[in-house]
C-alpha cells in the first residue's frame, strides 16, 4: 500500500514534469563515481579525447517517430513504449522484416565524427528495445537474423574508426529490455506462458551479449551502460568482470549502477554550469531527440556546439554529443553540417580543447568561457565586445602577455588592470565568425578570485546555483519538456519571510545597473533586491509558468568594488516563486 501512495506521488510528479532526484538516480546511476584510478590508461582517452560521437540507431530510427499518420513527440528510441506510441511487442517485432540500411556508411561516419573533432565513438548495440544492433548468437532478435539486410554494421564501423584513428565503443541497455522475456519492464512471461525472471533475461541474453561485444569487435575503448533501475548489484559486477576481462583498457560508464562503472554521467542532456570534479561526461543531442525523428529540425547550431563543448571543458568534463541515423542508415545533413562546422573551428584551435584544464572562475564568463594549459589560459570569446575593450574580472597571476589568435597567426593585444579587473584593448571587428581566441601567457598556473564580475559592457547574469541561500531553499529541479527530453535548473523557492538568496559580485564600473529576475511562478509576484548597506528596490510584476526575465529596476553601485546583492519574494504565492537568475545590465 505504501509503496503504491509512494508510486501515485511519483507518478504525479512526473506528470507536473518534475523527477525527483533518486527517480532520476535510478535511471541515470550514482552522481559521486570518481575516476579508478588503478587504471591510468583509462583514464587517458578522457584527458585528451574529451569531446565524442554517440550514436543511437536502431529499428526504432525506421519509423522516426511516426507510426501510421500520427507522430510522436519524444525521443525517437523509446517509440514503442506506452509512453509514446505503445506498439505491441510482435508488431515491432516486425519492423526488422523491413530494416534495410542500404544507405549506412561506416567510413563516412567515421569520418564525419573525425572532421567534427571527436575523439571516439559510441553506438548502440542494443537499446531498451532489445534489438541488437550486431551479429548477436545469444539472441535472433538481431540485425544479421532478422533483416533482409543481413549485415553486421558494427564490424563495419569498428574498422572505419581504427583505419581513422578513433576510439569505438558500444552502448548497451543492460537492465531495460521490452522485449525480451525478465528483462526490465519487459514481459514478464515467456513465449509459453511460464513465468520469466530478470535471472533468466540475465543469463540468457544480457551477459552473453555484453561478452559478445567485448570479444568481437577488437580493442574497444568504451562500454556505455544506461538506466541500471533497480538492478541488482550482483549483476552489475557480473557485467563489468566481464568488460573488465575482455577489454582491460575499457570505461565502464558510470550508469552500470552501484557505482561500479569509472566515471560519472550527467544527466541526459545536462551541461553543468559549475566545476565539477573527479572523470565526468556531459552526454547531449544535435536536436532534441537521441533517435531520428522526422520532424525535429531544432539543431544545435555550430556555435551552440562549440559553446555546449567549451562549457563542458572548461567545468572540468567530456562531451559526447549524439547523432540519429536515420533508418536507412544516413545522417541528416544539418546535423552533419553542423558538426563539421564546429569541427573546422576546434581543428584550427585544438589547444583550447584537447587536454584542457578547466577555468580557474569555474563558471562561464559573460562574453564566454576559459580553459587552461598549464600557465596558459584560453578565452574563448562569443560575444565580442562592439567597444574595444574585453573585462576580465578577478586574475590574481601575473600576465606576461596577451595575443590574440587567428589561425595559426597571433596580435599581441594591449592590456592594464584596473581594480583587481584586466582590461584587454581588442579590435572592433571579431577575427573569428564563431568564436574568437585570446591566449593569455601567465607567469604560473592561473590564480583567480572567482566573484562575479558585473561586465561593463554587456552586464551579467548569476544563475540561482551560484547563491548562498538562507531562508530559502536552493534545488535541482529537472523536468521533460518533449518527452524523453530533459531540462533541469538550479532554483530557489520554499521562500520564508526572512529569506534571501544573496549574490556576490564585483562591480568595476560605478553607477546604474538595471536588475532583472529570471522566475516562474504564479500570478503576479513581489521581489525585493537590495545592495547590501545601500539601496533597496521592490516591484510587482506578473509570472509565468516557464522561466521569463522580468525587469525589476534600477539600482546604484555608488564605487567599485565588492557588494552583496539579496533577492527576496516579499508577496504572491512565495512557496512557489522559483528563481533562476539574477541580470544586471549597465544602463546605457
Ligand atoms: O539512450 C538515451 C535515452 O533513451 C536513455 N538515455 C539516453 C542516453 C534514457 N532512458 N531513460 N531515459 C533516458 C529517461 C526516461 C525516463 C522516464 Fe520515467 C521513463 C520518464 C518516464 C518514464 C522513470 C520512470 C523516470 C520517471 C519515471
Redesign the pocket.
Known sequence: MKNKVIAGIMAAL?MQGV?AEQ?MNE?WGESTVKLRAENAERGQLFNDGNYAMFI?WGLYSQLGNQVGDKTYYG?G??IMNP?MAGIPIPEYKKLAGTFNPQQFDAKFIAKLAKDAGMKYIVITSK??DGFAMYDSKACDFNIVNSTPWKKDPMKELAAACRAEGLGFGFYYSHNQDWTFPGGGRGPTVDENGNPATFEDYFTKKCLPQVEEITSNYGPIELVWF??PGKMPKKYVQQLVDVVRKNQPNALVSGRAGHGLGDYQSLG?MEVPHKNVKGMWEA?DTTNDS?AYAWYDEYWKTPKEILRRLIACVGRGGTYMLNIGPRGDGSVPERAARALRESGEWIRTYPQVVYAAEPSPWEHALPWGDATVKGSKLYLSVFEWPTAGKLYLPGLKTKIIAANLLKKDQSNPLEFSESNGWTILELPPVAPEKLVSVIEIDLAGTPRVDATFGIDPNIGTEILAEFASVDGAELSHKRW?EKF?EWKSVHHVHNWTPEGKAIFDVDVLRPGDYVVSLTYSGEGRLVWGVDVEGGEHIQNEQNSSHNYQEFPIGWINFPEPGKYKVSVSSLEGDCKTSSLKSIRFSPVQ
Open positions: 512526473v523527477a527517480g535511471m543511437h525521443i528510441e523509446w509512453r537499446h531498451h544506461d538506466t541526459d552526454v537521441w521533460m524523453g
